[in-house]
């Protein structure tokens, strides 16, 4: 079992060529994440996730707000927020949620993913491309990073 794994191990995980490995790491990444503030952390993003699901998404602010204030440190908390501006279409505000995560957490994957979706949802290909690279730095085998990235290069022309 990997529960105590190190995180600089899971990081060359993500860059290995097994397919197992990687969505080991990944998946492991994502519970270090989602756990950095224990059960209580944990229990409310879940609360989060659900109000998103049945698309609260009012609640699901309001929730996340309280999280922030309380631990400002907790990037998965940042990110969930990132997520529901994204959902709810508010791009330029979620660019500034995802650099934030990406300040606490620079490896997050799904951070640099969402700033990239960001950009390309206003049109700003470039630096799409940039955040897709800085994906890829962290989990070059991402297909739907390679795809995006040359979705945003084919903008360009």
């Known amino acids: 079992m990997m529960n105590k794994m190190p995180v600089t191990l899971l990081l060359q995980d993500l860059k290995h060529t097994d397919e197992t490995v990687r969505d080991r790491a990944t998946r492991e990444l994502w519970r270090l994440w989602f756990e950095q503030k224990g059960s209580t952390g944990l229990a409310l993003l879940r609360r989060v996730q659900f109000l998103l699901e049945l698309g609260d998404f009012d609640k699901a602010d309001e929730l996340l707000e309280l999280m922030l204030e309380q631990q400002p440190d907790f990037a998965e908390a940042w990110n969930r927020r990132a997520v529901l501006y994204y959902v709810q279409e508010k791009y330029t505000e979620a ?3 995802c650099e934030r995560v990406i300040q606490l957490n620079p490896i997050h994957f799904g951070a640099l993913h969402g700033l990239g979706l960001c950009h390309m949802a ?3 290909y470039r630096n799409a491309i940039a955040a897709f690279h800085q994906a890829l ?4 085998y991402s297909v739907e990073n390679q795809r995006l990235l040359l979705e945003c290069l084919l903008k360009l022309n």
């Open 122 to 124: 206003l049109g700003q």
């Open 95 to 97: 660019i500034a949620l």
């Open 137 to 140: 730095a962290v989990q070059p």
